[in-house]
């Protein structure tokens, strides 16, 4: 009788144990589920035009068109040469990580021969999930830095967010292997991902193919003018198999987007950069190739603004208005593979080579799908990894 009673009041207890830590975890996060007003002016009022004439500088219609369609395709931007650096890099990283799977004894081939456009997708063959574990590693090679604030690129950020300039932590190498779901990205805002106030704030992206991105390879399609109104629609986790937020193309109304005639396919050539805000929705298709569709992309916001990371990482601040002759400080921002800070967040070793990603995005939205990367999630209930958007 005695340990029937002290049984029950064990389990009575665990299940109030349990019950207290699920709760405190959602109250947590409860404010990510407030409502933000409409924030129109953030992404449609330009900011006072520089009256130097630097490299790379928009034309004033350019700039409108920014601000008017949400987006602006420059197809032009970089000369081949100068983003082959780039090329390079990934090729490193690429290296660095089929060694790391062989010594672990995931692979058995690394595919030396194999070039830029065709090694990865080779290893992803071994060992599932490989590309996945590049895109989250997120290492900052000093090219990555180098394209980053290059002053061209910045030259048209301070046009388009002014002369003080931030770059937001959240940049993401992209490994669109062919016919892989976990790189085909559904319907969604930027903002998804972030903290509600991040949609008070304008941040600019730049997203750069490092080949041409055609229908083929999976370009992106953008809603034209679904910024105007200046709020996120609601987004449900997570599509498919994979990690990524979504929204619905029937939707876009309440964004004042007519999905008949205002969706716009994308196509950048290498060398082309495309500049988009973070309240335009928009979604990547398949890579339906045999080539890697591979590409960076970068954001920058005012340093003065909130960047809605959850607390996880600072903006870098890259220029001062006050000091022509600031020098960028990336310690913070790459003193740590990304990697590293992911595992030690959910209690694993890295050595594991986890292909899963998990963040506190999924607790702003309904979860409607589960998978590996929500149980990651809901088996480490006090910790995150860091944040990948889509």
Known sequence: MDKRKKGSNSTQKAKKSKVTEESSFDAQFAYLKDDVDPAPEVYTKKPVQPTEVKPGQLTPKQVDEYFDKGFLLVKDFFKPERLNK???AVDQLVDELVNKLYDAGKIKDKHADKDFFTRLSYIEKQFKGTSVILHKRGVLHDEFKALWSDDKLLNVVEQLIGPDIAGHPVWNLRTKTPHNEQATVPWHQDNAYLEPRSLEVHQLTAWIPLVDANMVNGCMQLATGGHRAGKTLKHTCCAGGTWYVEMQEKDLDQLGVDASKDIVTCEVPYGGVLFLNNAIPHQSLENLSDIIRWSLDLRWQRPDKPNGFYGIKDCVVMRKKDDPKYVIDWSELSGCCRSQLQ????????????????????????????????????????????????
Do not use: Q
Not at 347 to 375: C, Y
């Open 343 to 390: 595992m030690k967040k959910v209690d694993e070793d890295d050595t594991d080579l986890h292909p899963e990603i998990a963040g506190p995005w999924m607790k702003r939205w309904d979860i409607v799908h589960h998978n590996r990367h929500t149980e990651l999630l809901n088996h480490h209930k006090d910790t995150y990894t860091s944040w990948h958007k889509a």
């Open 86 to 88: 780039v090329r390079k």
